[in-house]
């Protein structure tokens, strides 16, 4: 089967870094992407890895190492409202998302 | 109307009743989704239009359906609403059916009573 796996929750301090991770078994693999979902609102595009390496954009950072079925999403001087649940999601060889479960993030003062 | 819109945002329903939620969208994209999700769980896919004509069954479509009349507008309909099908309902939509970024309307929160 399918699977996607994220941790369900951390918490870290406002200022700090974090690293997200996720490890992924899918039929086929065609890029993996990570969104954030505030509580309450639909989920927003953060990041697309297709290759393998680190891709960074402002304060977010993503990783992909296709080899180990593993990325980890990098959020460097956390700010409050960074609080949300980050979700990982990888492209199957049908072209279709498949979803983990959601990394909710508590940043604290 | 700007991006994805879903309507109702909320609804309380009595088990048994049939149901549409209507999705909107006005990027002219080809591809669009319906998910429910869960608490626990990641988003599920129920049904998908590469381009309009046509649907496809995600990994839960048992219980609803789907049409796709025309680019814009994706309705998933509840023939008959049951408790299990108590959630949050998103739909999305993307550029094409090869899937790149997808963008989500805000949501319905669906209560089956």
């Known amino acids: 089967g399918q699977n996607i796996d994220q941790p369900t929750e951390m918490t870290a301090t406002e200022g700090a870094i974090v690293q997200i991770n996720c490890t992924y078994q899918?039929?086929?693999?065609?890029?993996l992407f990570w969104y954030q979902q505030h509580a309450g609102e639909a989920p927003t595009f953060l990041s697309y890895?297709?290759l393998d390496g680190l891709e960074e954009k402002g304060r977010f950072s993503s990783f992909l190492s296709r080899s180990k079925g593993y990325s980890y999403l990098l959020l460097k001087e956390l700010q409050m409202k960074d609080s949300a649940s980050y979700l990982c999601?990888?492209?199957?060889?049908?072209?279709?998302?498949?979803w983990g479960a959601g990394t909710k993030l508590i940043i604290k003062p | 109307i700007a991006g994805i819109t879903q309507a109702p945002t909320s609804q309380i329903l009595a088990a048994g009743r049939r149901m549409t939620l209507r999705c909107t969208q006005d990027?002219?994209?080809?591809?669009m989704y319906w998910y429910r999700q869960d608490l626990g769980l990641g988003l599920r896919l129920i049904h998908y239009?590469?381009?309009?004509?046509?649907?496809g069954k995600g990994e839960v479509p048992d219980g609803y359906s789907v049409s796709r009349a025309n680019t814009d507008d994706f309705p998933l309909t509840l023939a008959s609403a049951v408790p299990s099908q108590t959630s949050v309902y998103f739909c999305?939509?993307?550029?094409?059916?090869?899937?790149?970024?997808?963008?989500f309307g805000q949501g319905t929160r669906l209560t089956v009573v």
């Open positions: 239009s590469n381009t309009a004509g046509t649907t």
């Open positions: 890895n297709v």
């Open positions: 999305a939509s993307s550029p094409t059916g090869e899937v790149t970024e997808a963008f």
């Open positions: 999601a990888v492209r199957d060889s049908n072209y279709q998302l498949i």
């Open positions: 899918t039929s086929g693999f065609n890029g």
């Open positions: 990027m002219r994209h080809n591809a």
